[in-house]
């Protein structure tokens, strides 16, 4: 009996697996941001406008913001192969589709496509590794994932401004689409099964409403942050629709035997500090990292390559710092962690909010440096933190919350510090003395910007309160395998 549980116990082949699932991770990660810095080319070679352009990345949200929340219930109907292949095939489909696009209607439906694999694999890498690794070493294999998921956007704006230079946007997408093979064929040789299929019921209701919801508040947010400002109706309608369609979601997966997501994950109160955390986060993140690239190229009047070389530094400084912290969780927990994170990136925010036309190229690369080496610390281990205080049965819904609340952050982050930045334009400008003289334009763009940051450093400041509530989960139940 030992024997055959010995055998059981060791049958994941970790390395293959995490491999694939790293490769997919990072290529994903890679063309969602890379995208951003071709966004000013791409108005002038497709002709539209910064209101259309900005639909590449809402879009792109709004699909992950529908379709994560619903991987819970993915994951328990099909094999961890099947998805795995499923979501490299959208991934492979929708980037060559995009690397053809002759226009912006047809490179829109491939972003679409490409955000479906996205979000079949994101809940997927982490629900595997969470099965497939053992508690007390997950902190390390959190701080790899943490290494795919920063680096990538990190490298994706400069990489994305050496192709623009030098080739065209297209070869974003041919770039990606030889490592996108690679990783399916990985997959086909070396993914196992990791989760049983139960096939639960499916309920059609719970999936309506939980479209309806998160692809609201994505919708409403992100068409605030564009030229649309907060008054629109169409504004107003998505965010209201999204709200009362979340109540009722949360009110049926209460009261349902098997719900889509159980929500019985926030009776874990780490899990609900992990999950506050990861969302406080990202807001601040998903928001510097539009704000800042702005105003290096519209404020400080760098090219997309330059810009994307001056974040450079801080991004490779983050994803190094991923598996450190991770180790350090594993030891220490993350309180120790979380604190010293917050204060580092609240204090780097407060010095952004200075920054000027004159900010001189040492000021940006360090104080961004500082930002991601703060980051680091609070991402990784606030989120294991958290769903380590879960029952293995809830892993699945405890990563689909975290993955999907991560994309509502991203959007309502993204939104809020537009629409922070083009206030305080507006309100610089209504008090110039002269608003038609064009000496006004770069001081009303400053004050928008540093307005933005302020935002950002009160977020970060709110989580640091929250940050002293964090306690460190020992993990009762045993992990499924042992690391050979």
Known sequence: MTGKKQ???????????????????????????????????????????????????????????????????????????????????????????????????????????????????????????????????????????????????????????????????????????????????CGILFMQNVTKVTKPKIDVLSIVLSSLGFGGIVFGFSSAGEAEGWGSPKVIIAIAVGVASLVLFVIRQITMKQPMINLRAFKFPMFVVGVLMVFI?????????????????????????????????????????????????????????????LVIVAVSLWFFSSITATSTVVFVIVLHSALMVGVSMIFMPAQTNGINQLPMELYPDGTAIMNTLQQVAGAIGTALAVSIMTAGTKSYMESASNPADPANVLPAFTQGVQNAFVFGMAMAIIGLVIAFFLKRVIVQHKAQVSMH
């Open 7 to 185: 055998t059981e116990e060791t049958k994941f082949r970790v390395l293959p697996i995490l491999i694939s699932l790293l490769l997919a991770g990072f290529i994903g990660m890679f063309s969602e941001t890379a995208l951003n810095v071709a966004l000013s080319d791409l108005m002038k070679v497709l002709e539209i406008t910064p209101t259309t352009a900005q639909w590449l990345t809402t879009a792109y949200l709004l699909t992950l913001g529908i379709l994560v929340p619903i991987s819970g219930l993915l994951l328990q109907w099909f094999s961890t192969r099947q998805l795995f292949v499923a979501a490299l095939c959208f991934s492979i489909l929708g980037t060559f589709l995009a690397a053809m696009s002759p226009n912006f209607e047809f490179l829109l439906t491939a972003r679409v496509v490409q955000a479906m694999g996205t979000a079949l694999l994101l809940p997927l890498m982490f629900n595997t590794i969470l099965v497939i690794i053992p508690a007390e070493k997950r902190g390390a294999a959190m701080g790899l994932i943490g290494l795919v998921i920063m680096v990538a956007p990190a490298i994706g704006p400069t990489i994305a401004g050496l192709l623009i230079e030098s080739l065209s946007w297209h070869w974003i997408f041919w770039l990606s689409l030889p490592f996108l093979v690679i990783a399916l064929i």
């Open 281 to 341: 986060c990202m807001m601040v993140i998903l928001s510097s990292m539009l704000i800042l690239p702005m105003y290096l190229q519209q404020g400080q009047g760098y090219s997309a390559f330059k810009a994307g070389l001056l974040l450079l530094p801080g991004g490779i400084i983050n994803g190094l710092m991923s598996p450190i912290m991770g180790r350090l969780f594993d030891k220490y927990g993350p309180k120790w962690l979380v604190i010293p994170g």
